[in-house]
């Protein structure tokens, strides 16, 4: 029996350390691998025979000490080092680390099924969804646009063009109406300063055209006062207004200039009055064409603004945020990551490509789901570095070691193999 003991403590530390070498042997296979996390084998003394139990002492003796035998070694338990690894540069915006705690959370579109990831290695996809190698959707806070913060949890997705047009009005309401604002009241002076031109070139004399003029800032004034504060009917008003008296002042220094000149002091009064008059209509003529102008290019600005405008480029800070980069220089926060943290990580389950699952078991904090808890760069989660990854975190020279212990113990084993049988061929051989 004690032969047939030693034979079995044997094959339980040869089963023990073939486990422990397999652990070493997937450590060092994964030296390269984006994210992963050492294992380590652990190892516990197997159930003991009582020869003799220990008792506590009498009046009359000493106590007595347990006298046992054991029966060998098991493999305890596989923990995993969770330790951050090297984070690298990728020179690639969409290849994420996460500097401290925190797991990207990514959900299988096929099956809805969620894993958590510390392996950036993301990309958009052909419609705009941020996944994984696999294929996996990057889970997060959605629904940016203009000055709305993301706030529904979901898929991370960059905004289509289709659905920047469909909400670009409502996004850029403010712009819109100002830039609006001043094309009407652009226009409104330049239809007013063309009604104004077209009645001096039917004018008899340069003071019909003056009285008319200021007839027409008596009115522009009333309709100054009589608009509401801060209205857009004031601002058009007051554009008007300003627009003839820029013309009046410029038609009254015309005529200085013109009765000043040799020309006028030599003619008589019918051409006096003729060059007076040609001088207003120029004068006139030349604020039109200006205020036509300054319409015009009002007039474009007004639908330049409503006209959506095209995503250039985006950006992943710090705390997650996706920043959109529009060609007219306008920006969105559109997305904005979420990172799960677990109480127990040695409880999450591994479950290839770098994925985890077990939330329940692991003791996600803030529960199983994501949260708007659950941002980047804050409340004891890590923070996010774009254009780079994390690196395994396995020690080369630290597995070569423990390499060299486990082939030592499993030799050592096998030689308690071998001499347990020589033993037992000795027994069996006292019969001859």
């Excluded at 300003?242 to 200039?257: F, G, K, Y």
């Amino acid at each position: 029996m004690p032969l047939i003991g030693t034979l079995t403590s044997g094959v339980s530390a040869l089963r023990s350390f073939t486990k422990g070498l397999e652990v070493i042997g997937n450590n060092i296979a994964n030296v390269n691998t984006t994210a992963y996390k050492s294992n380590q084998a652990s190892f516990a003394d197997s159930f003991s025979n009582t020869l003799r139990g220990s008792a506590p002492s009498s009046a009359t003796g000493s106590n007595q000490t347990a006298t046992q035998v054991g029966t060998g070694v098991a493999l305890r338990g596989i923990s995993t080092n969770f330790t951050q690894g090297s984070v690298s540069s990728s020179g690639s915006t969409t290849d994420l680390a996460i500097s401290g705690n925190g797991y990207f959370i990514v959900k299988n579109p096929t099956d809805g099924s969620v894993y958590a990831t510390r392996a950036g290695e993301f990309r958009w996809d052909d419609q705009g969804f941020l996944v994984n190698q696999e294929g996996y959707r990057v889970q997060g806070l959605t629904g940016g646009a203009g000055s709305t913060s993301p706030s529904v949890i979901g898929d991370i997705k960059l905004r289509s063009q289709a659905e920047i047009s469909a909400s670009w009005a409502t996004d850029h309401a403010t712009e819109i109406a100002a830039a609006n604002l001043v094309s009407a009241s652009a226009q409104s002076a330049a239809d007013e300063l063309a009604s104004i031109s077209s009645f001096g070139e039917t004018a008899a004399d340069a003071a019909s055209v003056e009285t008319e003029l200021n007839a027409r800032i008596t009115a522009a004034d009333a309709a100054v006062t009589a608009a509401a504060a801060d209205s857009d009917a004031l601002a058009i008003a007051q554009a008007k207004r300003d627009a003839l008296v820029s013309a009046r002042t410029a038609m009254q220094t015309a005529q200085s200039e013109i009765t000043s000149s040799a020309a006028y002091g030599a003619a008589d009064d019918a051409g006096k009055k003729a060059l007076l008059l040609t001088g207003v209509q120029a004068s006139l003529s030349s604020s039109n064409v200006t205020a036509q102008g300054g319409a015009a290019t009002a007039a474009n600005a007004a639908l330049a603004a409503a006209t959506p405008t095209q995503r250039s480029s985006s950006s992943i800070d710090e705390s997650g945020n996706i920043v959109e980069f529009y060609a007219n220089g306008t920006t969105a926060t559109s997305n904005q990551l979420l990172l799960k943290n677990f109480n127990d990580q040695n409880a999450l389950m591994k479950e290839g490509n770098n994925l985890y699952s077990g939330f329940e078991a692991a003791g996600a904090i803030n529960g199983t789901g994501l949260t708007g808890n659950d941002r980047p760069n804050q409340g004891g989660l890590g923070k996010i570095q774009s254009g780079a990854l994390e690196l395994s975190n396995v020690d080369l020279t630290e597995e070569f070691a423990n390499m060299i212990t486990a082939q030592r113990s499993f030799q050592a084993s096998s030689r308690l193999v071998t001499v347990s049988d020589t033993v037992l061929e000795d027994i069996v051989n006292l019969k001859r």
